[in-house]
């Protein structure tokens, strides 16, 4: 099944600000809310996402109950060289999703 | 004087009222998608495909359509081959006239029969991932085509009954669709737009739901709204609504998946 949607340009000149945009499927189920029985449903969320490029950690974020389900961060990097970046997500009951996407730097 | 007075705001009151006696249906050049009711922020999650969440359940129903299912073990691949040439047009089309019940069937019906008649698979149940996923991948090989349902002649009794439907009062708000969406769709209603009611992008992402939905889920929020009992999802009444509705919204192009607020 089909969980990240990640959006990096194919090439950059160096020196380049790139916007890199992620979106990644996720319930994002807050932890504050009732059944119709009443019960509490248990919170299940992702917790981390990070962004490493050519192995060097370039973003990170920390997510909480009000952020919407399926989330999508978008952030600014300097294309400095190319390579990959490596995207990671890490939640609640063992949630951890990786992609990757590579960029041509000339 | 005072009874000319009474006269005069008598007939002043019969001219106000005149647009909520008689719906006017809306003339095709001033009709509009509710995707130019959005504020650019949401427009622009909807034109990005790696923003739009929905994208997320086309993906999964490209991976439903190839997987082998059921007794039979057929994928949806093993008849229709690649979608993207079978199936373009197909969304638009919809709903479409069946000949083993005898009426309209929607697309999220005839994905249903085709699991049950040719894959001998369990059907799907409404609103759920799968066959929400499945929908919106079949639907989004019609993008950008025109919308062309309700052409078929055997179809023309189901048309009117869903339009006899989107003008009854109904509720103890004793509204009609046509209230809203004929009448009074360049104004809002607590800050949203009303909206026309076209429904050229389902399924689609409703930030609301947080999650994608299809045009009965969307129907059946309508008429909790105006405090009617809402027909349940499959409904043939609902069917026969979206049939109106698609056939009011002929000829503009599909969206699928749209992003609405």
Same mark, same amino acid.
């Given at each position: 099944m089909a969980s990240a949607l990640i959006n990096v340009p194919k090439k950059a000149k160096r020196g380049d600000v790139i916007e890199i945009k992620t979106l990644m499927s996720h319930i994002?189920?807050?932890?504050?809310r009732h059944t119709a029985t009443g019960e509490l449903i248990p919170r299940d969320i992702i917790t981390s996402f990070s962004c490493r490029y050519n192995g060097e950690e370039i973003f990170r974020a920390d997510l909480f109950p009000a952020i919407s389900a399926n989330p999508f961060i978008a952030f600014f990097t300097t294309a400095t060289e190319s390579g990959t970046f490596e995207f990671s997500w890490i939640g609640d009951r063992g949630f951890s999703e990786t992609a990757s996407a590579s960029i041509i730097v000339e | 004087m005072r009874w000319i007075g009474t006269i005069a705001l008598a007939t002043l009151l019969n001219v106000a009222c005149v647009p909520f006696l008689f719906a006017v249906e809306i003339p095709p050049d001033q009709r509009r998608s509710g995707f130019s009711f959005m504020a650019p922020d949401n427009q622009a999650i909807q034109n990005d495909d790696t923003a739009n969440p929905g994208m997320l359940w086309v993906l999964d129903g490209e991976a439903l359509w190839k997987s082998k299912i059921g007794a039979a073990d057929k994928s949806c691949a093993d008849c %229709? =081959? *690649?979608? !993207? !040439? !079978?199936?373009?047009g197909v969304a638009a089309r919809y709903p479409a006239f069946d000949t083993k019940p005898g009426r309209p069937v929607n697309l999220e019906q005839r994905i249903n029969l085709c699991r049950a008649d040719h894959q001998q698979a369990t059907p799907l149940a409404y609103e759920s991932r799968d066959l929400l996923a499945l929908t919106a991948f079949v639907a989004q090989q019609s993008r950008g085509m025109p919308i062309e349902a309700g052409? *078929? #002649?055997?179809l023309e009794p189901f048309v009117a009954k869903g339009r006899e439907l989107f003008m009854r009062r109904q509720g103890q708000l004793n509204l009609s669709c046509a209230n809203c969406h *004929?009448? =009074?769709? *360049?104004k809002r209603l607590a800050g949203s737009a009303v909206t026309q +009611? %076209? #429904?050229? +992008?389902? #399924?689609l992402y409703r930030l609301e739901w947080q999650s994608l939905g299809s045009l009965q889920r969307r129907l059946r929020a309508c008429i909790f709204g105006i405090r009617a009992q809402p027909y349940d999802i499959g409904a043939p009444e609902l069917v026969e609504l979206e049939l109106y509705l698609m056939s009011r919204a002929r000829g503009m192009p599909m969206e699928t998946p749209a992003v609405r607020p």
């Open positions: 994002m189920e807050t932890g504050f | %229709h =081959n *690649d979608a !993207s !040439s !079978s199936m373009r052409a *078929d #002649p055997q *004929d009448d =009074n769709w *360049d +009611g %076209h #429904p050229t +992008g389902y #399924p």
